[in-house]
């Protein structure tokens, strides 16, 4: 038997987890010494997830673009054009279809992305770091390079709402992030689709091998993160009722520092979109830390970059130390026992282990 | 039989640990003389890839002794080995896929500029020497991987080493590599007066090639001979510790009259591979011999749909199947492929979901949610009846041996209906035992009623397991023959074009 336990308690599996509570704790005690308001309290949490819940809802699609081996620079682009789509049909077709129009929009960019990528060719990085910048200009010239703002009362209203309205303790967006990360996990832990998915980033070419549309699968994590930054453009739009051609810009290296935070594979076939929200809220429990604390906003940058390299060197570090030094005591008695001589002929190692210094496949 | 005094390596008790408890050597005597070809043989797993690590200074032994000229050395990067005279050909060479051949071979010289005129007449005498040619200025990754295996092998000459270790060598390569390399080894040896170590699955190349052997089992030395006083038997006995079966005697008998199940119906690719049309029946194994780059794999993916420039039709059961992998796993066509690292497995994910990939709707509710107990119970099923050696089915499968992971990317289409198996090499860079089992394995689903297209290199094997074989050359079929009448030698002189007429090849149909 195997002690699964301590494996997935372990730094690479769990740190995210551990370093969100330890972030957390730590805010929690200063704020205590410091004599300010309690950081632990309801409002203040939910204002954390509240404020985080964009990029999480962002990363946890980034998360199943990297996982199928790709990459997307494209989103907060993506979400500003959403944005400005919205903003500019609600006045005249109504709430519902401008979301849908919105979609659309991000949604095709998203399959453009993936049909460059994909069936022309091109690298991931350039053909997102080529619609990050067309995008951006392109809600630029939509825009006239003004602010957008909802012109009706009616349409503000029912953005406010889809945004701002409260189920409980919770806004909205929190939920929508909830069941969005939700249903991912789902897809991918539980299904078929989800097996193919890590599979087509394992070994794309196996994966081909074996009946799977390689194709098919990326282009559609292309228009998932399309569709999704989409839906964050519109949340964004919708708690302003207005919004800024620049609105959003840089924000897909948060999406981005989110994922890899979470222990994302930049080579595909690994991640977790539950540690991508953990890497989410890491980032914006920072910001909060931050302003709680009055620590003034140029720290920030430093400490956000800081810890996520050290995140990247801990799954760096930690996934070398687990290959070369899982200890496993009594498969060294085995070995000491020695070979058993089974009937096979070839010798048997007691564990995997032996045999994987002769060969590795 | 040198009688110099002092060997030029000596290993005295070598042991090696790993951190985890492993122990892969316990204590190995090892020496090999100047001027000699040494062979070292072993199973999966007996210890000779740690062997080499030490040897070449990227592992630390753990105990014992390493003479080196006679004197005690303990290397602890692998600089050292090299500047005192050991190269090493590992089995998968380290070459950086986007420099040329020539900055390959030479990459690892002195120097500081790249003298590009100078080298180029370095590499050329290195290739004349040993009469094979290669592009200096071609790009490595554009290289089939039988001249990758040549490229490493300039590399490692062009070290000038006092001892050469060579991890098989030939695994990957067909006949005519094959004896480019032998000749090389030889050369080395008897002219240059540099000692060779030689690991290799093939008993007869040792047995041809070198002047001593040494058979390493669980880590331990259990025969060292001058080669001239064993023979087969007795090495093969060695490796896997009890007598060997005539890989000749057949574990079950063919059957060449079930009913068609696969036609082939002009499967070409442009370039690549002329019109070929045969087809294979029920309960048949049919082999495919050849050259390296004689179109064999190219055969194979043309008719599994993988090559999306091949056209003509494949019909099974009479059904036409579409032109593409998901079309033919549905149809229940499987295709095994080469290079089992890079084609067949998912190096993440752990045996059980490898196992499952292809035929992951038969273990799902409504072909959607995947039954982890079923995909379970199939692994574990799977394990047994392959005897796949493995600790549990979550192990990942990058932790397994090579003939275990080769029978994992079997085992994954026996778990779905598959009516026609195409396996390309599926022994190559195996042990002897494992070897013998998976040709079993292959005889044993022609038995039940599999149609089997079998590419190997190795035309012992091929004789011994296929029923007919279709002899390949030049991207074109160029003969056929049934394996009860034909024997190595014909198949070789077919293969290489010195019988019968020159093909029509695919470049010419074009």
Avoid at chain 1, 2 to 16: F, T
Avoid at chain 1, 76 to 91: E, H, N, P, T, Y
Avoid at chain 1, 115 to 128: E, H, R, S, W, Y
Avoid at chain 1, 146 to 164: C, D, G, H, K
Wanted: proline fraction near 4%; charged fraction near 15%.
């Amino acid at each position: 038997m195997r002690l699964e336990a301590p494996r997935v308690l372990g730094l690479r599996e769990a740190g995210v987890y551990y370093a969100l509570a330890l972030l957390v704790l730590a805010l929690a005690i200063v704020c205590a010494a410091l004599g300010r308001p309690s950081y632990l309290s309801a409002v203040n949490l939910i204002n954390i997830l509240y404020q985080a819940s964009p990029v999480a809802l962002m990363g946890v699609a980034m998360t199943v673009v990297l996982i199928t081996g790709n990459f997307d620079l494209s989103v907060a682009s993506v979400a500003a054009l959403a944005a400005a789509v919205q903003i500019g049909a609600v006045d005249t077709v109504g709430f519902w279809p401008a979301l849908l129009l919105a979609l659309a929009a991000a949604g095709a960019v998203g399959l453009l992305n993936g049909i460059m990528v994909q069936l022309v060719g091109i690298n991931a990085f350039i053909v997102t770091l080529g619609t990050l910048t067309a995008i951006r200009g392109l809600v630029l010239i939509v825009t006239g390079g003004r602010s957008l703002m909802v012109q009706t009362p009616e349409a503000l209203a029912a953005m406010t709402n889809f945004e701002s309205g409260r189920a409980g303790p919770f806004p909205y967006p929190i939920l929508y992030m909830a069941a969005f990360t939700l249903l991912v996990w789902g897809v991918l832990q539980l299904t078929t689709i989800g097996r193919r998915t890590y599979a087509v980033g394992g070994n794309a070419e196996a994966a081909r091998l074996c009946g799977i549309s390689v194709n098919a699968y990326r282009i559609g994590a292309f228009v998932l993160s399309g569709l999704t930054a989409g839906f964050a453009g519109v949340l964004y739009a919708s708690r302003f009722g207005a919004m800024n051609p620049t609105a959003l810009q840089g924000e897909e290296l948060t999406v981005i520092a989110a994922a890899i935070l979470g222990g994302t594979s930049l080579f595909g076939g690994a991640g977790s979109v539950l540690k991508t929200v953990a890497g989410a809220l890491v980032l914006y429990t920072l910001t909060n830390g931050f302003n709680i604390l009055n620590l003034g906003a140029n720290y920030q940058g430093l400490i956000e970059g800081t810890v996520l390299i050290g995140a990247a060197a801990i799954y760096t570090v930690g996934g070398r130390r687990a290959t070369l030094f899982s200890a496993r005591p009594r498969d060294f008695h085995a070995l000491r026992a020695g070979p058993t001589g089974v009937a096979g002929g070839e010798p048997r190692p007691s564990s995997g282990a032996q045999a994987r210094r002769e060969e590795p496949l | 039989m040198s009688d110099r005094p002092v060997p030029l390596l000596d290993l005295e008790r070598l042991e090696k640990s790993y951190p985890n408890g492993t122990v892969a050597l316990r204590g190995v005597d090892l020496t090999v003389r100047a001027a000699t070809v040494h062979g070292l043989l072993g199973a999966n797993g007996a210890g000779k890839s740690t062997l080499i690590r030490i040897l070449s200074g990227a592992a630390r032994a753990s105990g014992g002794n390493i003479l080196w000229q006679g004197e005690s050395v303990c290397w602890s990067r692998p600089a050292q080995a090299r500047a005192a005279g050991i190269a090493t050909l590992h089995q998968q060479i380290p070459l950086v896929g986007t420099l040329s051949v020539l900055e390959n071979v030479l990459l690892a010289q002195r120097g500081r500029w790249r003298r590009g005129a100078s080298l180029q007449g370095r590499l050329r005498r290195l290739m004349t020497s040993i009469g094979y040619e290669l592009d200096p200025d071609a790009q490595v990754a554009t290289l089939p991987i039988g001249e990758r295996q040549m490229v490493g092998i300039l590399q490692a000459l062009a070290a000038e080493a006092s001892l050469i270790i060579m991890d098989e060598p030939t695994a990957s390569l067909a006949a005519a590599e094959r004896r480019i390399v032998h000749r090389t080894i030889r050369r080395l040896a008897e002219e240059e007066g540099r000692a060779v170590l030689l690991v290799s699955h093939f008993l007869d190349e040792v047995l041809a090639l070198t002047g001593e052997v040494t058979v390493l089992r669980d880590g331990v030395a259990v025969l060292s001979s001058p080669t001239a006083a064993v023979d087969e038997g007795q090495l093969a006995a060695a490796i896997i510790g009890r007598p060997p079966r005539d890989p000749r005697a057949r574990a079950l008998p063919s059957a060449t009259a079930g009913p068609m199940v696969a036609e082939i119906a002009g499967i070409a690719s442009p370039g690549r591979l002329a019109p070929c049309s045969f087809g294979v029946r029920a309960g048949e194994v049919l082999g495919i011999a050849g050259f390296l780059g004689s179109g064999r794999s190219e055969l194979l993916h043309a008719i599994f749909g993988a090559d999306r420039a091949a056209c003509g039709e494949v019909r099974l059961h009479g059904r036409p199947v579409g032109r593409s992998p998901a079309a033919a796993v549905a149809a229940g066509i499987a295709l095994v492929p080469e290079d089992r690292r890079s084609q067949a497995l998912v190096p993440e994910f752990p045996l059980v979901k490898n196992l499952t990939l292809a035929h992951l709707g038969q273990f799902a509710r409504w072909g959607i949610f995947v039954r982890s107990e079923s995909e379970t119970a199939a692994a574990e099923e799977a394990v047994v009846r392959l005897g796949i050696r493995t600790r549990d089915v979550a192990t990942p499968v990058s932790e397994l041996s090579g003939g275990n992971a080769q029978k994992v990317s079997i085992a994954r289409w026996l778990c779905g209906t598959t009516h026609l198996l195409l396996l390309d090499e599926p022994t190559a860079g195996i042990d002897v035992g494992a070897k013998a089992q998976i040709l079993d394995l292959i005889r044993g689903l022609a038995a039940a009623g599999l149609g089997v297209v079998l590419v190997s290199s190795e035309l012992t094997e091929l004789i011994a397991a296929a029923d007919r074989i279709l002899i390949m050359r030049e991207g074109a079929i160029v003969a056929e023959r049934l394996a009860a009448q034909t024997n190595e030698e014909e198949l070789v002189l077919l293969a290489s074009g010195a019988a019968g007429t020159r093909p029509a090849t695919a470049v010419e149909l074009q």
